[in-house]
């Protein structure tokens, strides 16, 4: 099994910056990619950032230019925000997907809000 913790979220005003955290644990072998999604209230999960196994990362148009994502040694990944928007204001969840088994596992999710 894979657990997933994410940390880090929080109110904050516009224009301010939060950095979100996922640790993973458990039975990991190989990763085949991580990344961090969102859910508005009455709105799909949609993907905000992803990272492979060799490092490439991708941004929603959204995220591009305000959010950064990266890995440490321990397969810990960050979500750098800044300039936040109230639109930005959502659940964050990271993902994982496995290398060999592309099995897929989410946190439990950290929510972010922006506002005055």
């Known amino acids: 099994q894979v657990q997933l913790v994410e940390s880090g979220g929080g109110l904050v005003q516009p224009g301010g910056s939060l950095r979100l955290s996922c640790a993973a644990s458990?039975?990991?072998?190989?990763?085949?990619?991580q990344a961090w999604y969102r859910q508005a209230p009455g709105n799909q999960r949609e993907v905000v950032a992803s990272?492979?196994?060799?490092?490439?990362t991708n941004y929603a148009d959204s995220a591009q230019g305000r959010f950064t994502i990266s890995r440490d040694n321990n397969n810990t990944i960050y979500l750098q925000m800044n300039s936040l928007k109230p639109e930005d204001t959502a659940v964050y969840y990271c993902h994982m997907i496995l290398r060999f088994s592309k099995t897929g596992y989410w946190g439990q999710g950290t929510q972010v809000t922006v506002s005055s």
């Open positions: 990272i492979l196994s060799d490092g490439n």
């Open positions: 458990g039975s990991i072998f190989g990763i085949y990619s």
